[in-house]
């Protein structure tokens, strides 16, 4: 059987396993906590998905459950990420020599789908893995180290000759998506474990993405410290001096850079897990 008609299939077979569940209980309400995590990117300064640079992420999230099946969350996070061309295997990256590091301020919203009934203090249905998918909107602002040890900030040096007032923006967005899995500690209190990619609207989380300007344009428009920086390669020519590179490629704007999220998160359930209504009568709030 093909994998396009058993992905289906295996989502169908879900719902209907789901059903006997579904006919003696009902779970909708709010539940809220912090996370806690590492960060990591990908993109132009990592294209061999090396993930030898994990920072400490985390954050606070609002998860709304419509049933055992189908939840929205809010959540706000911050990370940290990093590359260094020194790292990579590649000769090309190596020559370059480039590096960044950038903050991300990140707020996403996104429905969630669990692939098994998830009940909050039910004995059996009390975990689930699930999938998640929705939009990130967030700021970053890469940053570099000069030689001394200052760290200073790329955008408005124009590194690959952007003009004054057409420099990249530090808010972007992201289509975000990932899986995670959750389990009940107790009928309130809940714990999840999740994996989420951003796939950026942007290719300048690292301040590359074309191609190499014009040296003493550029040196010219921005000063000496863009001139320093738009080129680290440590390929030199006879005098010691580096190879004028104009025109020559310096990332690939054809993909568009990641950053991606892992954490540990508590949560705190304020809602109700019900019995079905049957003709007028209410239903009533169950804990096991």
């Not at 590091?101 to 249905?125: M, V």
Request: hydrophobic share 35%.
């Amino acid at each position: 059987m093909r994998a396009n008609r058993f992905l289906p299939l295996l989502f169908l077979l879900g719902l209907l396993s789901s059903f006997s569940a579904k006919a003696q209980l009902e779970m909708r309400g709010l539940e809220i906590g912090p996370w806690a995590g590492a960060s990591f990117y990908l993109g132009d300064l990592n294209t061999d998905f090396r993930f030898d640079r994990p920072n400490l992420a985390g954050g606070f999230a609002a998860r709304y459950n419509f049933n055992h099946r189908l939840a929205a969350r809010v959540s706000f996070n911050y990370g940290k990420i990093e590359a260094y061309d020194s790292d990579s295997s590649n000769p090309f990256e190596q020559n370059r020599n480039l590096s960044f590091q950038s903050a991300i301020f990140d707020g996403t919203a996104q429905f969630e789908f669990n692939f098994l009934p998830y009940f909050h203090g039910h004995k059996e249905y009390f975990f689930t893995p699930y999938a998640f998918a929705g939009i990130s909107v967030f700021n970053y602002n890469p940053k570099t180290e000069t030689d001394d040890g200052e760290l200073v900030e790329l955008r408005g040096l124009g590194t690959e000759g952007q003009l004054r007032g057409e420099e990249y923006l530090v808010l972007s967005s992201a289509l975000a998506y990932g899986i995670g899995l959750k389990w009940d500690l107790s009928y309130e209190l809940s714990m999840d474990l999740h994996v989420g990619v951003r796939n950026a609207s942007t290719d300048y989380l690292d301040d590359v993405s074309t191609v190499y300007p014009d040296a003493s344009d550029l040196l010219r428009s921005r000063g000496p410290l863009a001139a320093e920086l738009y080129d680290r390669s440590l390929l030199l020519d006879g005098e010691g001096n580096r190879i004028d590179r104009e025109g020559e490629q310096r990332g690939d704007d054809t993909m568009n850079d990641r950053y991606i999220f892992v954490g540990l998160g508590f949560n705190y359930y304020f809602g109700d897990v019900r019995c079905p209504d049957y003709g007028n009568k209410r239903s009533r709030r169950r804990r096991r």
